[in-house]
């Protein structure tokens, strides 16, 4: 019957992941995944107990920093950031209420702004929003 707390542990986990996506408790789910595992096996509630806390933060403090510099996180929206004060060109037109698009620096970017802005104009990176960049006619 130890399973059956291990699997609803490992779902519980697994959704708690999915709602948060903090790269915290995934590791907790695969090492209840392998405790789940285990259960069958193994009798004794303390050492599969023991064998999931230690796996999982083992994993969080190995895994975790590596998968961090691959994901798409806060470094993206910084390296945005640096692109305040820059010129560039609108390549598809800019609505108050419709995004348009920019190229700064040879990237087309997302933008938005609160005027019109027609294609070929020269804009002004004025500020971000996500990844989004806010722009302005260049004065």
């Known amino acids: 019957m130890d399973w059956i707390f291990w699997l609803i542990l490992v779902i519980?986990?697994?959704i708690i992941e999915l709602a948060t996506v903090n790269l915290l408790t995934i590791w907790f789910c695969i090492s209840?995944?392998?405790?789940?595992?285990?259960?069958f096996y193994i009798d004794d509630v303390a050492i599969v107990s023991t064998i999931f806390a230690v796996?999982?933060?083992?994993?969080?403090?190995?895994?975790?920093p590596i998968l961090k510099e691959y994901l798409p996180t806060q470094k993206k929206v910084k390296k945005v950031e640096k692109l305040i004060g820059r010129i560039g060109i609108v390549t598809k037109d800019i609505r108050p209420d419709m995004e348009g698009e920019v190229k700064v620096?040879?990237?087309k970017?997302?933008?938005?702004s609160d005027k019109k802005i027609s294609k070929n104009t020269e804009i002004e990176?004025?500020?971000?929003?996500g990844l989004k960049l806010v722009v302005a006619k260049k004065k």
């Open 12 to 14: 519980v986990l697994a």
């Open 32 to 39: 209840g995944l392998v405790a789940l595992f285990l259960s």
């Open 55 to 64: 796996l999982g933060i083992f994993l969080l403090f190995t895994t975790r």
């Open 125 to 129: 990176v004025i500020n971000t929003d």
């Open 109 to 112: 970017y997302i933008a938005i």
């Open 105 to 107: 620096s040879n990237r």
